[in-house]
């Protein structure tokens, strides 16, 4: 099987899924390990899009503010025998330490793969957070450790155990400098529910690897993608660390994943299980779709996590909230001349008041998303960008967004703003799409309404969906009905084209996610 890192990044991720038992570690049962080739995808464009808690864009480099802005890295207290995940950053020896220059990445990938346990445990009640190692002052530890390019993943899991830095206590994550942009990770094949699991234990690794993903991220706004990769990466692999998903999960593939999406740990590993749309898209994803394969932190009595292994017991995960963390840095951006429920005419300029992160880091980039779509991005300081409309509909309500990154790639999003369109320049017979909206998730038949001032003269136009030809609006109802199954239509983007039939060769498009019930 081959996969790809979908991203704005020009990076092509290529790698085969395998996976064979390796040494196993004192009084453990069999040691699976996985080669994970999807896990520095986050998020196809349609899953960003149609992403719930809130994904504010059709650009897959723009979080949700939920993602872009998690406090920071929890930290909890512990000792020398407290049971932790411990961070590692992996370099070939002989070669550069290049720590100081992938902190940043590590910080906000251990952040947010912290948030995706976090949500993933209020979803079904209850709480849980890593316990990650952390300094005397309360900040991400991570050590740095050369080791020979050759050395294999466990080679590299017993080097670390027999250099004292990884205990039976701790497990490891660590951020390998190597090829390509891959995870990997292992479970030990125990999915019985008792504390004494071995899955509970430490002495295990979870790598992801981060060239070169970090390396041709050289826009701010490519950085931040690869951020939140990273983070997926981690989260994916510290599960199969925890624990999942064992092969007797009710969904589980033969390779130690499962088959309900939207999920980290489900998707085609290549073991021939079909997976099944269960769950909406989230950015980011959440943890077991249905909380009955793996995670669930308030299984029902006699369910299977409450009869098996469930890696919401791990005593990696801390259970109550802390008033402690190490905070990221974040820019704070807001719109600064348009207020709730103004009027604005398309064209006009919003600006922005924004403040750079602690750190003192510069403003690389501030886009304006309208109803969430990007529609402009502003390089450089005083920042401003004329408001475009998404539809060309004069008393329309629209939402302003705005997001600013730093030339670290690390992103914050303004509150919302919500306006009225005032007069759009419409010139002759501009066609606009009124319903559905843009970056919509449709379920099932649904109806393409058109707006077309009467003063364009035109009687009908084409609508067409994925280059399909699917019928014509005419006035004066301009509407359309669809059926994505009798089009022959899978699950993802729809690109809906409506196009004058005057000759004038005027047309408008919208996109949405097509999500069958």
Same mark, same amino acid.
């Given at each position: 099987?081959?996969?790809?890192?979908?991203?704005?990044?020009?990076?092509?991720?290529?790698?085969?899924?395998?996976?064979?038992?390796?040494?196993?570690?004192?009084?453990?049962?069999?040691?699976?390990?996985?080669?994970?080739?999807?896990?520095?995808?986050?998020?196809?464009?349609?899953?960003?899009?149609?992403?719930?808690?809130?994904?504010?864009?059709?650009?897959?480099?723009?979080?949700?503010?939920?993602?872009?802005?998690?406090?920071?890295?929890?930290?909890?207290?512990?000792?020398?025998?407290?049971?932790?995940?411990?961070?590692?950053?992996?370099?070939?020896?002989?070669?550069?330490?290049?720590?100081?220059?992938?902190?940043?990445?590590?910080?906000?990938?251990?952040?947010?793969?912290?948030?995706?346990?976090?949500?993933?445990?209020?979803?079904?009640?209850?709480?849980?957070?890593?316990?990650?190692?952390?300094?005397?002052?309360?900040?991400?530890?991570?050590?740095?450790?050369?080791?020979?390019?050759?050395?294999?993943?466990?080679?590299?899991?017993?080097?670390?155990?027999?250099?004292?830095?990884?205990?039976?206590?701790?497990?490891?994550?660590?951020?390998?400098?190597?090829?390509?942009?891959?995870?990997?990770?292992?479970?030990?094949?125990?999915?019985?529910?008792?504390?004494?699991?071995?899955?509970?234990?430490?002495?295990?690794?979870?790598?992801?690897?981060?060239?070169?993903?970090?390396?041709?991220?050289?826009?701010?706004?490519?950085?931040?993608?690869?951020? /939140?990769?990273?983070?997926?990466? #981690? !989260?994916?692999?510290?599960?199969?660390?925890?624990?999942? =998903?064992? &092969?007797? *999960? +009710?969904?589980?593939?033969?390779?130690?994943?499962?088959?309900?999406?939207?999920?980290?740990?489900?998707?085609?590993?290549?073991?021939?299980?079909?997976?099944?749309?269960?769950?909406?898209?989230?950015?980011?994803?959440?943890?077991?779709?249905?909380?009955?394969?793996?995670?669930?932190?308030?299984?029902?009595?006699?369910?299977?996590?409450?009869?098996?292994?469930?890696?919401?017991?791990?005593?990696?995960?801390?259970?109550?909230?802390?008033?402690?963390?190490?905070?990221?840095?974040?820019?704070?951006?807001?719109?600064?001349?348009?207020?709730?429920?103004?009027?604005?005419?398309?064209?006009?300029?919003?600006?922005?008041?924004?403040?750079?992160?602690?750190? /003192?880091?510069?403003?690389?980039? #501030? !886009?304006?998303?309208?109803?969430?779509?990007?529609?402009? =991005?502003? &390089?450089? *300081? +005083?920042?401003?960008?004329?408001?475009?409309?998404?539809?060309?509909?004069?008393?329309?309500?629209?939402?302003?967004?705005?997001?600013?990154?730093?030339?670290?790639?690390?992103?914050?999003?303004?509150?919302?703003?919500?306006?009225?369109?005032?007069?759009?320049?419409?010139?002759?017979?501009?066609?606009?799409?009124?319903?559905?909206?843009?970056?919509?998730?449709?379920?099932?038949?649904?109806?393409?309404?058109?707006?077309?001032?009467?003063?364009?003269?035109?009687?009908?136009?084409?609508?067409?969906?994925?280059?399909?030809?699917?019928?014509?609006?005419?006035?004066?109802?301009?509407?359309?009905?669809?059926?994505?199954?009798?089009?022959?239509?899978?699950? /993802?983007?729809?690109?809906?084209? #409506? !196009?004058?039939?005057?000759?004038?060769?005027?047309?408008?498009?919208? &996109?949405?996610?097509?999500?069958?019930?």
């Amino acid at each position: 099987m081959t996969l790809r890192l979908r991203s704005a990044v020009a990076i092509a991720v290529t790698v085969a899924l395998a996976f064979s038992p390796v040494p196993v570690l004192p009084g453990s049962s069999a040691r699976i390990l996985y080669t994970d080739s999807r896990v520095l995808d986050r998020g196809s464009d349609a899953e960003v899009r149609g992403a719930v808690p809130g994904a504010i864009s059709d650009d897959p480099r723009i979080l949700p503010p939920v993602a872009a802005s998690p406090p920071g890295i929890p930290c909890y207290s512990s000792t020398a025998t407290s049971p932790v995940v411990k961070v590692f950053y992996l370099y070939p020896r002989g070669t550069t330490n290049k720590l100081a220059a992938r902190r940043t990445a590590i910080r906000e990938a251990i952040a947010y793969a912290d948030l995706t346990f976090a949500l993933s445990a209020q979803r079904s009640g209850g709480v849980r957070h890593v316990r990650w190692a952390m300094t005397a002052a309360c900040t991400l530890a991570i050590t740095a450790v050369g080791i020979s390019p050759t050395l294999s993943f466990d080679g590299t899991r017993r080097y670390l155990i027999s250099k004292g830095l990884l205990k039976s206590t701790q497990k490891a994550v660590a951020f390998r400098e190597g090829r390509p942009c891959n995870g990997l990770g292992d479970r030990v094949a125990d999915d019985r529910a008792a504390a004494s699991n071995p899955n509970n234990r430490g002495g295990t690794l979870a790598w992801v690897q981060v060239q070169p993903c970090l390396d041709e991220a050289s826009d701010p706004m490519d950085r931040a993608y690869v951020y /939140g990769s990273l983070g997926f990466g #981690v !989260a994916h692999e510290l599960a199969h660390s925890l624990g999942a =998903v064992q &092969r007797s *999960a +009710p969904h589980a593939t033969a390779g130690g994943h499962c088959t309900d999406g939207h999920d980290p740990l489900c998707y085609d590993d290549g073991t021939g299980a079909e997976i099944q749309v269960v769950c909406g898209a989230t950015i980011p994803q959440l943890f077991d779709c249905g909380n009955d394969d793996y995670f669930d932190t308030n299984p029902a009595a006699g369910s299977y996590l409450a009869t098996h292994w469930n890696i919401a017991r791990s005593r990696f995960l801390a259970t109550r909230e802390t008033s402690r963390w190490d905070r990221l840095p974040r820019a704070a951006v807001a719109i600064a001349n348009v207020t709730e429920g103004a009027t604005l005419d398309e064209g006009a300029r919003v600006t922005f008041d924004v403040t750079r992160p602690a750190d /003192g880091d510069e403003i690389a980039a #501030v !886009a304006l998303l309208v109803d969430g779509v990007v529609t402009g =991005v502003d &390089r450089a *300081a +005083p920042f401003n960008i004329p408001f475009g409309a998404t539809r060309a509909v004069p008393g329309q309500p629209a939402v302003l967004q705005a997001v600013a990154f730093d030339r670290l790639g690390r992103q914050a999003s303004s509150p919302p703003v919500r306006v009225l369109m005032g007069s759009v320049n419409l010139g002759t017979g501009v066609l606009a799409i009124v319903s559905p909206p843009e970056n919509a998730v449709v379920n099932g038949v649904f109806g393409v309404v058109v707006s077309a001032p009467s003063a364009s003269g035109m009687t009908s136009a084409t609508v067409s969906v994925n280059g399909m030809v699917v019928g014509t609006v005419t006035a004066p109802g301009w509407t359309l009905t669809v059926d994505p199954e009798a089009i022959g239509a899978n699950v /993802g983007d729809l690109d809906i084209t #409506v !196009a004058a039939d005057d000759g004038s060769g005027l047309e408008t498009t919208t &996109r949405v996610f097509y999500l069958p019930t």
